[in-house]
């Protein structure tokens, strides 16, 4: 686990598996909004702030899955981009097999994946990084039995920065590819602990806070078991 000081927080008392955890970002969103988080990846993932099991996370799911409140994750988004599919690449559906994984635990569970992955998601709701004050757009898509709410999707108003483009304080940019100014990324995502890599991937943090605050206020009515 990395010496990333973790911001203060008021916990809830509910626990969060994060499957396909990356370094983090979407770990902190909800541990922001008061979860205790931990991390399962087929990779180790030494920036991850939270607790962390190397491990396959469809099978760690199903074994596993039912000691924790809440299931969350990202299946690996390959397959469904558009640079993948240009270059021919083939990648394993793992939307599917990761659903039905969260659905034997009994437990909440959300799955959050890229725009292109929607044929393959169930009545998702989008999230845009507007919606937060980030200098970003990057939408994602969140799939969930439960009733979540999210942000009026706004005016997409700014330009962004070219890629390869120097990037400065303030300009709205796309975190792909070798993108330049890491430390004022990291700032505005929310994500200081994060190399480049785990940037060009994560969720901000700030979307699954917000749907967090809703997912435990629906667990503490009873709703969502």
Same mark, same amino acid.
């Given at each position: 686990m990395t010496a990333f000081p973790l911001p203060e927080r008021q916990p809830n008392g509910l626990r969060l598996l994060d499957p396909y955890c990356c370094q983090g970002g979407a770990a902190m969103g909800w541990y922001l909004a008061g979860f205790d988080v931990t991390g399962v990846d087929s990779h180790p993932q030494p920036r991850y702030p939270f607790p962390f099991v190397l491990a396959d996370a469809v099978k760690f799911i199903r074994e596993h +899955? /039912?000691?924790?409140? =809440?299931? &969350? +994750? #990202?299946? !690996?988004?390959?397959?469904? #981009?558009a640079c993948q599919r240009i270059r021919g690449r083939e990648h394993p559906d793992l939307i599917g097999p990761t659903r039905e994984a969260m659905q034997s635990t009994g437990r909440p569970w959300v799955i959050e994946n890229v725009e292109e992955a929607r044929p393959e998601l169930r009545g998702p709701v989008m999230m845009c990084g507007a919606s937060f004050g980030l /200098?970003? $757009?990057?939408h994602r898509l969140f799939e969930s039995p439960l009733p979540l709410a999210v942000p009026e999707h706004p005016r997409h108003a700014h330009h962004t920065v070219? @890629? +390869?483009? !120097?990037?400065?304080?303030g300009d709205w940019y796309h975190a792909v590819g070798n993108f330049s100014n =890491? !430390? $004022? =990324?990291? &700032?505005? @995502? +929310? =994500?200081p602990w994060m190399s480049r890599d785990g940037i060009r991937e994560c969720i901000p943090p700030a979307y699954t806070r917000f749907l967090g605050v809703q997912v435990a206020a629906l667990l503490g009515a009873g709703v969502a078991r």
């Open positions: +899955g /039912h000691e924790y409140d =809440v299931v &969350a +994750g #990202s299946p !690996p988004c390959q397959r469904y #981009s /200098h970003t $757009y990057r070219k @890629m +390869g483009r !120097p990037l400065r304080e =890491v !430390p $004022y =990324v990291r &700032a505005d @995502m +929310g =994500v």
